[in-house]
């Protein structure tokens, strides 16, 4: 019992090879006319055209991978996965000795039963089939194999036992029960948990002994004996439940930031008309912590809400949303134009005489669907009151329903004031009994 691991399978495929494999594969699919109008040759096309068209910016410059499939590519996994099976079919199909019984592969992960003096000789032949896919191998001790998240056991009799495996860097660290996470994120970690406790040991012995050890870090982790009991009966609950097939009479889900006790209420409020509510996360350590892309200089940032500022003693203010880059919509606020009302900002220089620079334009907020972003701006023009907006200006009008949130919150921006975003958007102002905003996003969203 053996297994056999790819060596960076994803980088490893060749494009153009790949591209013909899954071309082979269509050709001999049958069915194919019945699910697409589109021809091999040109599914192949687009295929090879997303393959091939890899970029990337690091440092200021602008790079294409030239072997290999991305990664996080959806297409990544399915050309991969074929790629493996031809390469797959050549080497069990040209090995000369006795080939393995048993050969299970998942991606890139091979489970594998040979025989012992066959080993070495089947370990070199997989490794000279394609000269782009390499095999690493990792042998039984202890007549113990993991695989994947399995430890497969041989026993005294010959048969397999399987257990839960962990890597010896595994900490046991799960999402802790006190963070600001909703409650059923929280249930879900003990019922996924528990589930893998209950489908892959093969033994109950094995399931009684995982089933332990998972209460036992989950409890370190904070997690209640109630948590527990409640996350059994909502997996018996669903499993008793038969499935909805009236799914035309569903609505729409909806979902929205979850800031505990605002967001269960709302909840509550739209399942009275049958509206299913799901939250997310508005705050997370991988968002302030992994910036695995060069930062975006400020004047190239689109998609954003920014405020103009005079370079002079000068207390007007005007607040704007574009998703153009910032430095291409500063030119056009700085110019007169020839199809419609010329700028308020241009206005205003002309007749002053005054200027800005790019580098006091402030960046409100940055926001890519275009609803919400008009939402922000009208937000942060009720907030500031900027003097050059002029009235009516606004693609988006608030509610009558904000004015309660927003008089309470005081003014960010003055005649002299440079602000970050962080000083806008990181800021909690009290707005009401028992009520929290964090920034005008909370608002938008």
């Given at each position: 019992?053996?297994?056999?691991?790819?060596?960076?399978?994803?980088?490893?495929?060749?494009?153009?090879?790949?591209?013909?494999?899954?071309?082979?594969?269509?050709?001999?699919?049958?069915?194919?006319?019945?699910?697409?109008?589109?021809?091999?040759?040109?599914i192949?096309?687009?295929?090879?055209?997303?393959?091939?068209?890899?970029?990337?910016?690091?440092n200021?410059?602008?790079?294409?991978?030239?072997h290999?499939?991305?990664?996080?590519?959806?297409?990544?996994?399915?050309?991969?996965?074929?790629?493996?099976?031809?390469?797959?079919?050549?080497?069990?199909?040209?090995?000369?000795?006795?080939?393995?019984?048993?050969?299970?592969?998942?991606?890139?992960?091979?489970?594998?039963?040979?025989?012992?003096?066959?080993?070495?000789?089947?370990?070199?032949?997989?490794?000279?089939?394609?000269?782009?896919?390499?095999?690493?191998?990792?042998?039984?001790?202890?007549?113990?194999?993991?695989?994947?998240?399995?430890?497969?056991?041989?026993?005294?009799?010959?048969?397999?036992?399987?257990?839960?495996?962990?890597?010896?860097?595994?900490?046991?660290?799960?999402?802790?029960?006190?963070?600001?996470?909703?409650?059923?994120?929280?249930?879900?970690?003990?019922?996924?948990?528990?589930?893998?406790?209950?489908?892959?040991?093969?033994?109950?012995?094995?399931?009684?002994?995982?089933?332990?050890?998972?209460?036992?870090?989950?409890?370190?982790?904070?997690?209640?004996?109630?948590?527990?009991?409640?996350?059994?009966?909502?997996h018996?609950?669903?499993?008793?439940?038969?499935?909805?097939?009236?799914?035309?009479?569903?609505?729409?889900?909806?979902?929205?930031?979850?800031?505990?006790?605002?967001?269960?209420k709302?909840?509550?409020?739209f399942?009275k008309?049958?509206?299913?509510?799901?939250?997310?996360?508005?705050?997370?350590l991988?968002?302030?912590?992994?910036?695995?892309?060069?930062?975006?200089?400020?004047?190239?940032?689109n998609?954003?809400?920014?405020?103009?500022?005079?370079?002079?003693?000068?207390?007007?203010?005007?607040?704007?949303?574009?998703?153009?880059?910032?430095?291409?919509?500063?030119?056009?606020?700085?110019?007169?134009?020839?199809?419609?009302?010329?700028?308020?900002?241009?206005?205003?220089?002309?007749?002053?005489?005054?200027?800005?620079?790019?580098?006091?334009?402030?960046?409100?907020?940055?926001?890519?669907?275009?609803?919400?972003?008009?939402?922000?701006?009208?937000?942060?023009v009720?907030?500031?009151?900027?003097?050059?907006?002029?009235?009516?200006?606004?693609?988006?009008?608030?509610?009558?329903?904000?004015?309660?949130l927003?008089?309470?919150?005081?003014?960010?921006?003055?005649?002299?004031?440079?602000?970050?975003?962080?000083?806008l958007?990181?800021?909690?102002?009290?707005?009401?009994?028992?009520?929290?905003?964090?920034?005008?996003?909370?608002?938008?969203?």
């Amino acid at each position: 019992m053996v297994s056999f691991d790819v060596v960076s399978l994803f980088t490893c495929i060749p494009t153009t090879e790949a591209v013909e494999t899954v071309r082979k594969r269509l050709q001999e699919d049958s069915s194919l006319e019945d699910r697409t109008n589109f021809t091999p040759d040109q599914i192949c096309t687009l295929l090879d055209l997303c393959l091939t068209t890899t970029y990337f910016k690091y440092n200021e410059g602008f790079y294409r991978q030239k072997h290999g499939c991305a990664m996080g590519s959806p297409v990544s996994p399915i050309v991969a996965n074929l790629y493996m099976e031809e390469v797959e079919r050549k080497a069990l199909g040209s090995f000369k000795g006795r080939v393995p019984s048993h050969w299970y592969r998942y991606v890139d992960d091979t489970w594998v039963k040979i025989k012992t003096q066959e080993v070495e000789s089947f370990t070199a032949h997989i490794n000279a089939v394609d000269k782009n896919i390499k095999f690493t191998r990792e042998d039984t001790k202890d007549n113990c194999l993991p695989f994947l998240d399995c430890a497969v056991h041989i026993e005294e009799n010959g048969n397999l036992n399987i257990e839960v495996y962990r890597k010896p860097t595994h900490t046991d660290q799960y999402l802790l029960f006190d963070s600001h996470h909703p409650l059923e994120h929280k249930l879900g970690v003990i019922r996924t948990l528990h589930h893998r406790a209950e489908h892959v040991p093969s033994k109950p012995e094995g399931k009684k002994k995982e089933h332990t050890h998972v209460k036992e870090a989950l409890k370190t982790c904070g997690y209640p004996n109630w948590a527990f009991i409640k996350s059994a009966k909502r997996h018996r609950k669903e499993d008793q439940t038969p499935a909805r097939e009236d799914k035309k009479d569903r609505r729409n889900n909806v979902v929205i930031p979850y800031v505990a006790g605002v967001s269960e209420k709302l909840r509550r409020v739209f399942s009275k008309h049958d509206i299913p509510v799901y939250f997310r996360p508005s705050n997370t350590l991988r968002q302030k912590l992994v910036h695995p892309k060069d930062k975006t200089p400020k004047h190239r940032l689109n998609n954003v809400v920014y405020a103009v500022q005079c370079s002079e003693e000068c207390p007007d203010l005007y607040i704007g949303e574009t998703k153009q880059p910032l430095h291409k919509r500063m030119a056009q606020h700085r110019r007169a134009t020839s199809t419609g009302q010329d700028s308020a900002v241009h206005l205003h220089l002309k007749d002053k005489g005054h200027s800005f620079e790019d580098a006091n334009v402030h960046i409100l907020d940055r926001e890519d669907r275009w609803f919400e972003r008009g939402v922000k701006e009208a937000i942060y023009v009720h907030c500031e009151r900027p003097s050059l907006n002029r009235g009516g200006g606004l693609r988006h009008q608030l509610s009558a329903i904000y004015n309660p949130l927003l008089s309470s919150l005081p003014r960010r921006l003055n005649a002299h004031s440079h602000p970050g975003p962080s000083d806008l958007r990181n800021s909690h102002d009290k707005v009401g009994p028992g009520f929290t905003m964090s920034s005008p996003e909370t608002l938008a969203d």
